[in-house]
């Protein structure tokens, strides 16, 4: 089944992103646009994630991922560069019945991001069938480039 959908609110949960590396970065950067509460587990992180962390914008948990990270979670991100982590990231949040997206297995989650564009009070999201995000992507910066935003 595929249902597109926009979150309004996480309930005052937040989001976990587990893996601090670019694929975890464009993560965080699309939940902040979304002014999602983000925290990042990780022991590691990109130079911009560091930074949002240091201003507080994302709490980063610096170590590796453990049983429990999920406790508050509403929608999680397993993004690691380790297949064995996504892969125990995954279980963990289909265990609590969570919204989960594995960046490397995107068939062992239970949602994708799709590519998006925002303009005024405009968000535009736009997603394949084909799983190949490159198709979305482009069909995204066409419709950003008639709204007069560049990505």
Do not use: C
């Not at 999920?70 to 999680?76: G, P, Q």
């Not at 279980?91 to 068939?107: E, G, Q, S, T």
């Amino acid at each position: 089944m595929r249902y597109p959908l926009t979150m309004t609110s996480l309930g005052g949960r937040i989001a976990v992103v587990v893996g601090g590396g670019i694929v975890g970065e464009r993560k965080v950067r699309s939940l902040l646009a979304g002014e999602a509460p983000v925290r990042l587990i990780s022991p590691t992180a990109t130079e911009q994630i560091s930074a949002w962390a240091e201003s507080g914008e994302i709490e980063w948990r610096r170590r590796r991922y453990r049983e429990g990270d999920l406790d508050e979670a509403a929608l999680v991100f397993a993004a690691t560069n380790v297949r064995a982590v996504n892969r125990e990231v995954g279980a963990a949040a289909h265990r609590k019945r969570l919204l989960v997206n594995v960046a490397d297995a995107p068939a062992e989650g239970n949602f994708h991001s799709p590519a998006v564009t925002r303009h005024d009070d405009v968000i535009v999201s736009v997603s394949s069938y084909t799983g190949q995000p490159g198709i979305a992507t482009s069909a995204r910066d066409r419709i950003a480039a008639h709204l007069g935003q560049e990505q």
